[in-house]
DNA sequence: CGTCAGCGGGTTTTT
DNA sequence: CCCGCTGACG
């Protein structure tokens, strides 16, 4: 059950308590143990239970325990969910006072790049000039998440510095007008309401009595303000995290949160249940080499004499192959399911050997050979960013929310309906001149505005087009406010001619196939999405698609067994009883563009070490493809830190 | 108006 | 390798 330091934080009920966690020492036991405790022994109501996190596996992970702690009837009411999506949830009912409607979009990183470019063309910067797109949206993506204003960031120069000040107050003047925000605006906006309307603030302080925060390393500026306002007025706040697990330091994130948090009790878990003893020295000896950290001493009483598995490959196919075979020679042997072993990485990119290595291994099931061992892979070319989905989502985005001209400027012309690049320049040029918008524009032809079509000079041809357009947009409203939203999502692709276009489009079989697939899954996460929702709506659906990712890929298979992958950071605050951490060379971790934060890069392999409870295994290449041909690789500095008697260096060729 | 080949450029982590 | 963009052509 709980140990001496878990009972005490749990049955502390009021004030401000900080945990400190280490890794495996039970934080969401921990945490789901004290929202039972307050409901059922200190009588707390559910509703007034706010629990927040990063992730939203952690926020699933955590709904799951407090369902089988407490039952799911007294669970339901409890708020567990991310920063994100409880702010979501906030501006959504609050949206009018920040000047938006409800209905609002969300821009995902793509939609904010197509914004930028817009606003650059519009302002005459010489793209060659100004840094690159992508720069701009993380330097202002820092200023968000660190909660500073413009004067107080340490720009470069002063050309920078003008250029900022000139495009971030036209970006969000433009998010307003298209009624959309950005995922850090998510969190900005919701601040802003806090600080502009005491009334509203005082509202939530009042729902919310109970909050308890998860990760708590990890908050960035921004999020530490909402969770301080939040709780000002019952100053509950009860928050666990451990500072060697900080790992999103891009995103804003700083530890001094934690290490300066002003706490009436603190409450040290320092025992691991969950790794081997074998498996937390060489976290341990790794974690050590950090200087800015609290020192501390996890132990584990977890005997075994299994040591930690290191191999390295001539390249990175047979790594692939070389980490599956262990992984099937793993599971006969030690009875364990798919399900108990991930495969951990740095980055995204390097899950595709490992995802060809699964679909060619041949495996003993049930006595006889099958080939293809299942797998789940988190992030990476996610739901929302297959093409064919994105278009689709920006028809629903644009029926939810007719401001949203990035939707309504992806979608226009797909599937094609003749509307060329030349007659959108006009429409964009004409609503800029008259301070409208592209879709006031549509509306005012489709009401066949004379004036406006003779100006605009559109051909009877174009003019069909626009109209037809229209007609799809407009009877999509009616359909998906009166009728199921998988009903009214079936209606439009057959509507758009979506099949007919693919076929009509797509040369290859293949592609054909890939393409109308998507679409379905399209479909299907729609009515995933309506079957588990008591009351769903299409901006919650949309909505869902960008901040859930992992949700709708996950749904159409929840309960099979299947080997897990995912990154480092996404595999924060799970567990396996085997891990497999791979590509651990010296420019993927530490990262070769990271190397000015090597602390970071040496916990998120300290975070990846510590996923293991039984079995860890490491492994590297000696060669890898970077841009297009294959480069030597060098062991990660890191594998040096980890004291050798740990470890059972073995040849890649005994797996094969 | 739409297509497609060719080219250049970029590749971290997440909500 | 994979993308997005461009410019020539149908």
Redesign the pocket.
Known sequence: MLNKNQLEAVNLVNGRILVLAGAGSGKTKVITHRIAHLIKNAKVDPKSILGLT?????ANEMKERLNSLIGSKAAKDVVLS????FC?MILRKEAEHLGYSKNFSIY???DM??LL?QVLKDDHHD?KKTP?S?TIL?KI?EIK?KNLNLEEYAFDDIESKNLYQEIYPKLAASLKTYNAMD??S??TLTDDLFNKSPQILKKYQEIYKYILIDEYQDTNNIQYQIAEKLSQKSNNLFVVGDDDQS?????GSCIKHILEFKADHTVKLEQNYRSTSIILHAANALIKNNKSRYEKSLFSQNLSDEKIVLFHTPNEEEEAKAVIERAIALKTKNNLKWSDIAIL??????S?NVEMALLNAVWKKDDSYVRSIPYDI?????FASR?EIKDLLAYLRLISNSKDQEALLRII?VP????????IEALNNYSKKDQTTIWNILQKIYQNDENLINELNL?P??LH?INSFMEVIEKAKFKFSNEKLSQAFEWLIHSINYKKAIE??V?SEKARQIKWENAMDCLNAITAYEESESEPSLRDFIANS?????NINKKRSSNDDRIQL?????SKGLEFEACFLIGLEDHIIP?E??LTSIE??RR?LYVGITRAKKYLTLSMSRSR?????PKASNPSRFLFEIPKELLKIISWKDLC
Not at 54 to 58: L, R, S
Not at 82 to 85: D, L, V
Not at 247 to 251: K, Q, T
């Open positions: 990063f992730t939203n596996k952690a991310t920063f994100h999506s979501l995902d990183n793509k790049q197509r470019s793209e690159a992508s993380e993506s998440n995922l850090d998510i969190l790992i999103y330091g891009f995103r990485y740095r980055s995204n990119s390097l595709r988190y992030g990476g070319l996610d093409s012309n094609r309906r003749g509307i060329s690049d030349k007659t051909q041809k174009v087009s009509e489009d040369k960008l901040l859930f990712k992992d995912m990154t480092f950071h996404s990262h563009k990271m970071e890069e998120l493809r970077r841009t297009a041909s």
